[in-house]
């Protein structure tokens, strides 16, 4: 099971969203664990990850020590050598790709390596489907989410729900996914200054800040 199912869209809102998780199971193969998923980080990095995270931390970090005033021109570059350093313990650690083709390559990698941990992919249907094929793999089993029953129809608009259910923890807040989707269409906000100030809020590393730099650009292209 992962928190990604829970992600909003159709088969083709994927096409740029392909997510690899490198989990450790307490007391079966959880020793010198760590390592082996600093190992996974360190082949995701060289493979133009989107995002990368350690359970703890992420590649776009809150910063306590900066006011409110430095908040949208902070410095953005991706910081993989601090996600990858602060993986101290077992845990999940995942990397997000744009790209089939790069995720493909770390896939690749990551069997080679032998790391004897659980890797799955979290994609469309389609999509984890043909990447296995393509490394050589037979898919074993699929993941399903049943999806949203709104029957009072309380949902916010399908952008919102996109952006804000990249978390699946729900770090990302409706209100916040539509205050971004608002200052991207008002012209106060770039996509890029938004989607980093959302991908903050997800320490796990999933948020696809590709995805959500799409999403933002669609709804200010057709506001209206």
């Excluded at 199971?25 to 390592?35: P, R």
């Excluded at 916040?176 to 100030?197: C, L």
């Amino acid at each position: 099971m992962t928190n990604t199912l829970h992600r909003y869209g159709d088969a083709e809102s994927f096409h740029d969203d392909f997510i690899l998780f490198c989990i450790a199971s307490t007391g079966n193969n959880d020793e010198g664990a760590a390592e082996k998923q600093r190992q996974f980080l360190r082949i995701c990095a060289k493979h133009n990850p989107a995002n990368m995270g350690n359970g703890n931390r992420a590649t776009f970090q809150p910063d306590r020590h900066l006011n409110p005033l430095a908040h949208w021109n902070r410095d953005v570059t991706p910081d993989w050598e601090g996600v990858i350093g602060e993986a101290k313990k077992p845990g999940t650690t995942a990397a997000v790709f744009k790209t089939r083709e790069d995720a493909e390559a770390a896939l690749k990698e990551v069997i080679a390596a032998d790391l004897g941990l659980s890797v799955n992919m979290s994609t469309s249907v389609e999509g984890a489907k043909s990447c296995a094929e393509n490394c050589g793999l037979k898919r074993h089993s699929v993941e399903y989410s049943l999806g949203f029953n709104d029957p009072h129809d309380h949902l916010p608009n399908s952008q919102v729900v996109k952006l804000a259910t990249m978390c699946g923890h729900g770090m990302v807040s409706f209100n916040m996914a539509r205050k971004m989707i608002d200052m991207v269409r008002e012209g106060r906000r770039s996509p890029e200054q938004a989607v980093t100030t959302l991908a903050r809020f997800c320490p796990c590393g999933v948020y696809n800040p590709a995805r959500a730099q799409r999403v933002l650009e669609e709804a200010r292209d057709h506001s209206g």
